[in-house]
């Protein structure tokens, strides 16, 4: 199970802090994943690790100003989010899998599992 949370209203250039907890699995075998999704639209990827990877894979639209991070020993993923836009407004959800490779970590049908999503809106 995911739980997502740390969404909330910020202004433009702003920053927050989403988090993902994990529990019921070993959370430091799997890849975790952070997508978006804003209303009418699909959900797109942002950004994610593989599970033995120190490298994040970040969308071109974040790079710089958004940080995965992973505390395996809390079992929680952070999203550390600076100089927010208003176009980065959504809704965020977490999302893991055991075997997914770093050429997948974009897309979200090779994700197993998802949490709950949380609100982030940027607006002044």
């Known amino acids: 199970q995911l739980q997502a949370s740390g969404g909330g209203l910020v202004q433009p250039g702003g920053s927050l802090r989403l988090s993902c907890t994990a529990s019921g699995r070993t959370f430091r075998r799997y890849g975790m994943g952070w997508f978006r999704q804003t209303p009418g639209k699909e959900r797109t990827f942002v950004a994610a690790f593989t599970a033995n990877s120190g490298y994040p894979y970040y969308a071109d639209s974040v790079k710089g100003r958004f940080t995965v991070l992973r505390d395996n020993a809390k079992n929680t993923m952070y999203l550390q989010m600076n100089n927010l836009r208003p176009e980065d407004t959504a809704v965020y959800y977490c999302?893991?899998?055991?075997?997914?490779?770093?050429?997948?970590?974009?897309?979200?049908?090779?994700?197993?599992?998802w949490g709950q999503g949380t609100l982030v809106t940027v607006s002044s």
């Open positions: 999302a893991a899998d055991p075997s997914i490779i770093r050429s997948s970590l974009p897309s979200q049908s090779a994700y197993a599992y």
